[in-house]
């Protein structure tokens, strides 16, 4: 009889409750989620306009036992909530790493890191633990931050960025135009590579301004002396301008879709030997 009320009571529940019942379900799921060995890694090719493949990005796919794929749109912005980006990202990149040291071809590997892990972890001591374990060349390692991590703390950003770029590892600013001061923080920041936001590649074709946009930063990154890479490419005309504009790289669907590393075996350079 308490069960029926309780269903009953539920009925009336305004909308708004149950979406934050459901979002502390998923938070307290997502904390045992490690632990339960759910995370997994897909990974991304990354390829010169010519097309050829110079690296992976790794994504984090949630295999959740009951709710299936939980995208990182949606569970990303929670472990940031909760404080469990951390312990997530020191995963990825350990993952990552150890993947990436395995493969027979010394391919890039990218890894994102959340703008709070930088105020939560000592990122170049635990990047440089990482490569010691995984014994991965430094230059191979790539981490993609937005510029949300360097709003906090402008003068300890750049320390940290200094101290990731002493390892030997890349820093590469995602997301490229999508904020609100990606130019002044190119001049500030000490960044190896831009990625161009796949919402500037996706209009490429329909709003002239895109197309104008990215030709302005393939000119100022090539005045920086930067690497460009653009992201969110789906079309053989999209890749044609970007050609044309003198980016030197690219990622999207065109050239492959994040996947289980067992999918692109033969861009890695076979199966890993044991
Ligand atoms: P992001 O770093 O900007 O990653 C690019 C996203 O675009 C990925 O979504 C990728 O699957 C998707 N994508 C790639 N090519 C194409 C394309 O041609 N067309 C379209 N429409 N989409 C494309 P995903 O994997 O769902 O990841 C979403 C975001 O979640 C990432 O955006 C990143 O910000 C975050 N994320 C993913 N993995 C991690 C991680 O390990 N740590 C942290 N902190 N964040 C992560
Ligand atoms: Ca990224
Ligand atoms: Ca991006
Ligand atoms: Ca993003």
């Not at 490429?204 to 930067?226: F, G, K, T, Y």
Request: charged share 25%.
């Amino acid at each position: 009889a308490k069960n029926e009320r309780r269903g009953s009571v539920c009925v009336f529940e305004p909308a708004m409750d149950l979406q934050i019942r459901e979002k502390r379900a998923l938070q307290r799921e997502l904390a045992l989620a490690l632990q339960n060995d759910e995370f997994e890694l897909h990974y991304q090719p990354q390829a010169t306009t010519k097309g050829e493949i110079v690296g992976f990005e790794a994504l984090l796919r949630w295999r959740h036992p009951v709710r299936g794929m939980v995208s990182p749109a949606a569970f990303i912005p929670l472990a940031e909530e909760t404080g469990l980006i951390g312990a997530i990202d020191e995963w990825v990149l350990r993952s990552a790493c150890r993947e990436a040291a395995s493969w027979p071809k010394p391919l890039a590997i990218a890894v994102n890191l959340s703008p709070l892990d930088f105020g939560r972890l000592d990122v170049p001591a635990l990047i440089l633990q990482v490569l010691l374990e995984t014994g991965l060349d430094p230059k191979r390692l790539e981490v993609e931050i937005t510029e949300g991590v360097l709003i906090d703390d402008f003068s300890g950003a750049i320390g940290i960025l200094r101290r990731i770029k002493n390892c030997g590892v890349r820093v590469a600013m995602d997301d490229f135009g999508a904020g609100y001061s990606s130019l002044s923080y190119l001049q500030s920041f000490p960044f190896d590579k831009i990625k161009i936001d796949q919402a500037f590649t996706r209009k490429l074709e329909i709003n002239p301004d895109s197309a104008a946009i990215v030709e302005a930063i393939l000119s100022l990154a090539h005045r920086l002396n930067l690497p460009v890479i653009a992201e969110g490419v789906e079309t053989e005309s999209q890749l044609a301008f970007l050609a044309s504009v003198g980016c030197g790289e690219v990622q999207g669907y065109l050239i492959g879709k994040p996947g289980p590393i067992a999918q692109y075996r033969h861009l890695t350079g076979g199966a890993t030997p044991e």
